[in-house]
């Protein structure tokens, strides 16, 4: 079955710094979302993307969030200014149409903030 | 508004079964099912969209009920492999973009 890709798999970082994490959608899909998950905590919805613009954002996806689809296969999230609540896992997902479609996780980037 | 799942925790032995609930208080589209082991990215288990209906695949199915706005996922003869914590997903609307909001979670350990 095709795969969504993250890297890196884990990323430590400092307070303040800037994060980028990065995906690979499977090549035919449309539709990509970042969700993330505070550890033992429900997936949360982060922002939704489509035809090169954000959709739809949710309230943690602030200024300091930004994403990206540079070249028309890698999919970024960039945490500009990071803080100690900003520790999770980080899931990149996408689906290739609308309608009864699944969502695609990749394997996620645990993100930890000292 | 997330959904709000049902229980939030159960402790079968191998060989029982298990019901787990999906509440919404909007109106949905659809209801997604997921499971997710440890330290893993939830997997796909099934879709059941507006209209009542009901899935199922191997000992795992699930319905939908429309007008009360809920999913009730059902494990039968559970193995160990079932073990996971469990996410209802749900949509409102059919649109391409829309995005999945998901329920509290449900752990589900298997004991031998």
């Known amino acids: 079955e095709p795969e969504v890709t993250q890297t890196p798999s884990h990323q430590v970082t400092q307070m303040g710094q800037e994060v980028i994490l990065r995906c690979v959608p499977i090549?035919?899909?449309?539709?990509f979302y970042w969700y993330r998950q505070i550890l033992g905590q429900k997936v949360e919805f982060l922002v939704s993307?489509?035809?090169?613009?954000?959709?739809?954002k949710s309230e943690i996806f602030d200024d300091q969030f930004s994403v990206e689809r540079p070249d028309g296969s890698n999919f970024t999230l960039k945490i500009r200014s990071t803080k100690l609540e900003d520790s999770a896992m980080y899931f990149c997902?996408?689906?290739?149409?609308?309608?009864?479609?699944?969502?695609?996780f990749g394997s996620g980037t645990q993100l930890s903030v000292l | 508004q997330q959904p709000v799942q049902s229980p939030q925790a159960v402790i079968l032995r191998e060989g029982e079964d298990a019901v787990i609930n999906c509440s919404s208080s909007?109106?949905?589209?659809?209801v997604h099912w997921y499971r997710q082991k440890h330290g893993e990215a939830p997997v796909f288990l099934m879709i059941?969209?507006?209209?009542?209906e009901q899935k199922g695949h191997d000992k795992i199915s699930a319905s939908f009920n429309e007008k009360k706005q809920q999913s009730s996922l059902y494990l039968t003869a559970s193995q160990l492999s079932y073990s996971g914590t469990y996410f209802c997903?749900?949509?409102?609307?059919?649109?391409?973009?829309?995005?999945?909001?998901f329920g509290t979670g449900t752990r589900l350990t298997i004991i031998p």
């Open positions: 997902a996408s689906k290739r149409d609308r309608g009864e479609e699944k969502l695609f």
């Open positions: 090549s035919n899909h449309l539709y």
């Open positions: 993307f489509y035809n090169n613009e954000i959709s739809e």
């Open positions: 909007k109106a949905l589209y659809s």
């Open positions: 059941l969209l507006k209209g009542g």
């Open positions: 997903g749900t949509e409102r609307a059919n649109f391409g973009n829309e995005k999945l909001t």
